[in-house]
């Protein structure tokens, strides 16, 4: 493979019932830097119907060039047709670096892409970095997140990598900005896997995601008990926030699994974390060690969570917890 074919970086751009999704204007963000590094143009890729509207929205976050892959086929997502058609951008535009977002249409159609066009795929990165040979450098958790592995594809365009929600930042939305909009003509072969769209049905979500929360009242096994979450949630409404857990305290049915923060469950970055019962496992910390402040209340004052907390209190957190509160309140 000649890969000095290969140049640009090219975002895959998720829209669901034609909302773009937050992962990838993130994306845009960390495509824009790596394509400014590297001195490429970087290109938003967004297969859908009727979404021509959403360009000036895309450059705004970063985008050169916007390609819109319009087709009816292509408003609801099936892995069949938009493999094809991203197999097909890929395949024109050559760029040397493609990213997807890890969520579930992500997860499906990188590796679909990436055995079609011959190339590798890094899945799940935590980080992307270039090289000083100007390899894109991708990491993410291995070994049951015990180590941070950073893969290289040196032989082989693109270099294709699916990327977390929530681990890389947006840019600051810019309307001044100007790119090209272009539409790719799309005809798309006969669905080999008949796959067909009967109805949607509405998931009853959270009504706010902990990964847009400033504040979090964090709570592990520690708390003991679905009751005595009571505690985190009088603190959180008191402050703001909003109550997440460890994967401890979701195998254990005290809070949704939309609600777990680490490595299989949400990246978050508030500006305050409280960590109360949670011991600091490297798979818990990976999704929270960006957070500005940290405050971890735990009895053992040997706990891993005091190596990351600024801020740590070593005690019961059902006598600790209740007193925070009322000095809050007294404010
Ligand atoms: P524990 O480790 O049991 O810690 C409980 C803590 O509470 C202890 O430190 C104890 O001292 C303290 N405590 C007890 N009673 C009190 C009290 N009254 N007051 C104050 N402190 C008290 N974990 C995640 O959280 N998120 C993930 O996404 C995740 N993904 C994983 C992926 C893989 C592949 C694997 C192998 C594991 C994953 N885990 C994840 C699990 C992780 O390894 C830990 O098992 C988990 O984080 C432990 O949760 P915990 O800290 O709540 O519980």
């Given at each position: 493979?000649d890969?000095s ?8 751009v ?13 994306l845009?963000g960390k ?5 400014d590094e ?5 290109i938003?890729?967004?297969p ?45 535009e ?14 499906d ?23 000083e ?23 082989h ?25 272009v ?10 896997m008949c796959?067909e ?11 706010q ?15 003991g ?5 009571e505690?985190?949630y009088?603190?959180?409404d ?16 005290w809070?949704d699994?939309s ?23 490297i798979?818990?910390?990976a999704?929270?060690?960006e957070?500005?402040?940290?405050i971890?209340?735990?009895k053992?004052k ?7 907390a ?7 957190v059902?006598k ?10 007294k404010i």
């Amino acid at each position: 493979m000649d890969i000095s074919n290969y140049k640009g970086v090219l975002v895959f751009v998720e829209q669901r019932r034609g909302e773009i999704q937050n992962v990838s204007l993130e994306l845009l963000g960390k495509g824009r830097k790596i394509a400014d590094e590297l001195g490429v143009s970087l290109i938003a890729a967004i297969p859908g119907y009727k979404i021509n509207n959403s360009s000036n929205l895309l450059v705004a976050y970063g985008a050169d060039k916007v390609v819109i892959m319009d087709h009816e086929d292509l408003e609801t997502y099936t892995t069949e047709p938009y493999t094809q058609v991203m197999t097909e951008i890929i395949e024109r535009e050559k760029p040397e670096v493609v990213l997807f977002g890890a969520t579930s249409i992500g997860r499906d159609l990188a590796p679909r892409v990436s055995a079609r066009l011959g190339t590798g795929l890094t899945a799940d990165c935590t980080s992307l970095d270039i090289s000083e040979d100007r390899l894109l450098m991708m990491t993410r958790p291995a070994f049951g997140g015990n180590i941070m592995a950073t893969i290289v594809c040196p032989d082989h365009r693109p270099q294709m990598s699916t990327v977390r929600p929530g681990v890389m930042t947006k840019m600051e939305r810019d309307p001044s900005r100007t790119g090209d909009v272009v539409q790719m003509p799309v005809s798309l072969e006969k669905n080999p896997m008949c796959v067909e769209v009967l109805k949607f049905e509405q998931v009853m979500e959270a009504k706010q995601d902990i990964q847009d929360a400033k504040i979090l009242v964090s709570g592990g096994r520690g708390i003991g008990s679905k009751e005595n979450f009571e505690v985190l949630y009088d603190l959180s409404d008191t402050i703001g926030g909003m109550v997440s857990a460890s994967r401890a305290a979701v195998d254990s049915g005290w809070l949704d699994p939309s609600h777990q923060v680490g490595q299989t469950g949400k990246t978050v970055r508030p500006d305050l974390y409280f960590a109360c019962g949670i011991s600091g496992a490297i798979q818990h910390v990976a999704g929270m060690e960006e957070a500005e402040l940290i405050i971890a209340i735990n009895k053992d004052k040997g706990s891993k969570i005091f190596e990351v907390a600024d801020l740590g209190v070593v005690g019961d957190v059902h006598k600790i917890l209740p007193l925070v509160t009322e000095e809050i309140k007294k404010i």
